[in-house]
C-alpha cells in the first residue's frame, strides 16, 4: 500500500515535470556504428548505412525529453568539427567499435581530445561497447582497460556508463536493450543535474556565438584587407559604389545585338565616304571625250571595287551623274567586270594611265598643241597625248 503510494507520489511529480529540451552529441571514430546506432533509434533499419558527410542531426521524444542527437562524422579531418557542438551538448555518447582492435589506441586519443575540453568536462558519457556481434570483439571490462577509461573520466570528473551492444541486431522498439538502458541512464544523470547543466549550457553557448562571430569579423577584415594589399598593387584604387552608376564606366560585356548593330552602322559610313569620293572623282574627271570619261569612270570604279557591294554601288553613283545611255554601258561594264577577272584587269592597266582626282594639277602644262587629226579618223576622238603618255606609278600604287 505504502509503494502504490509512493509510486503515484512519482508519476505525479514526473508529470508535472516540463519539457526539456536537450541536445546530445554522438562521436567516435569513422565505422565505429555511429549512423546505424542512430537509425536503430529513430526505428530506421541501421543496416546498409553510408557513412555520414558531416553530421547528421535527429530529434526524438523520449519521456518528458525533446531530444536532438547531433551525430558527427569521424573520420580524421572532420574530427575538428565536433568542438563546435560542444558548448550545446548536455552529454555526450562516444561509440567504440570493439571489433577493430587496431584502432583503439586512435580511439582513446579521440575520446582524450573530447575529455580535454573545458566545455565537455563534468558532463555525463555513454560509452557504447559496439559491433559486440562481431568475432573477436572485445568485452566490456577489455574496452575499459584498453582505453584506461576509469582514469580518464575520472581525471575529467565525467559520470560515465559503458554498454556493451551491437547496433544493427535490431530498431526501433526492437532496438538493442543496451543502446535503450545506456540512452535512459543518460537522460536520467541529465534530468537529475539538469538545471545547473542548464545553466553552464546557456553561459558556454552564449560565449561561443560571441566567439564564433569575433572570429567571423576577423576572417571579414582580413579579406577586406588583403583584398586591398592586392589592388594596390595592381595599381588601382578601391573603386567607389557610385563609380558602377549607370553611365559612369561603360559596361565591357554589351548585347550582342547592340555590337552587330553598331558594326553595321560604320560599314554603311564606310561605304557612304566612299560613294561620295567616287562621286567627286566622277565630276572632277568629267573629261568632254566620251572615251575618257569612260576611262575615268571605270579607273574610279574599280579603285573602290573590293566586294560585289562596293562595284554596286559604284556603278549607282555614277548613274546620278550620267545620262541614261551612259548607264546602260556602265551597268553592261559592271557585270563584265564581275562575270571575268581577266577583262578587269585589262580595263584596271588601261586606268593606270589616269590620275583620277588630281589630274589638272599634276599635269604639267604641255605648251604644242596636239597634232592635227587625220583627215580619215570618223571614230571617237582620243584623249589628249600629254594625259594617255603621262606615267602612272601612284595609281598603279593605289589599285595594286
Ligand atoms: P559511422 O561511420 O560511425 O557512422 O559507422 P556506420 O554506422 O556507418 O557503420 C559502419 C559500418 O559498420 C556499416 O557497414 C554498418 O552496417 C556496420 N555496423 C555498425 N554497427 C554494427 C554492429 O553492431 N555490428 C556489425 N556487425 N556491423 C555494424
Known sequence: ??????????WLKR???PVRKVTLIMVGLDNA???????????ESPEDVAPTVGFSKIDLKQGRFEVTIFDLGGGKRIRNIWRNYYAESYGVIFVVDSSDIERMEETKQAMIEVLNSPKISGKPMLVLAN????EGALSEADVIESLSLEKLV???????QIEPCSAVMGCGKKIDKSIKNGLYWLLHIIAKDFDALNERIQRDTTEQKAYEEQKKQERAERVRRLREEREREEGRGVPDEADFGPGNCENPFQPIA?????NEK???KEKKRQRLETERATVVLKSPTGQEQMDVEHLSRSSSQQTNDYRLDTCKSTQQLQNEEESEQQASECLDSDNSKKKKKTKLKRGHRVEPVNSEDTVPQNPTPPPPLPPDFCGKPLPPLTIRQRPNGDIHDVIA
Open 1 to 10: 500500500m505504502f509503494s502504490l503510494m509512493a509510486n503515484c507520489c512519482n
Open 15 to 17: 508529470w508535472q515535470e
Open 33 to 43: 556504428g555511429k549512423t546505424a546506432t542512430v537509425r536503430g533509434i529513430q526505428g
Open 131 to 134: 559491433k559486440q556481434d562481431r
Open 154 to 160: 575520472n581525471e575529467h570528473k565525467c559520470l560515465c
Open 258 to 262: 547592340t555590337v552587330i548593330s553598331e
Open 266 to 268: 560604320q560599314i554603311e
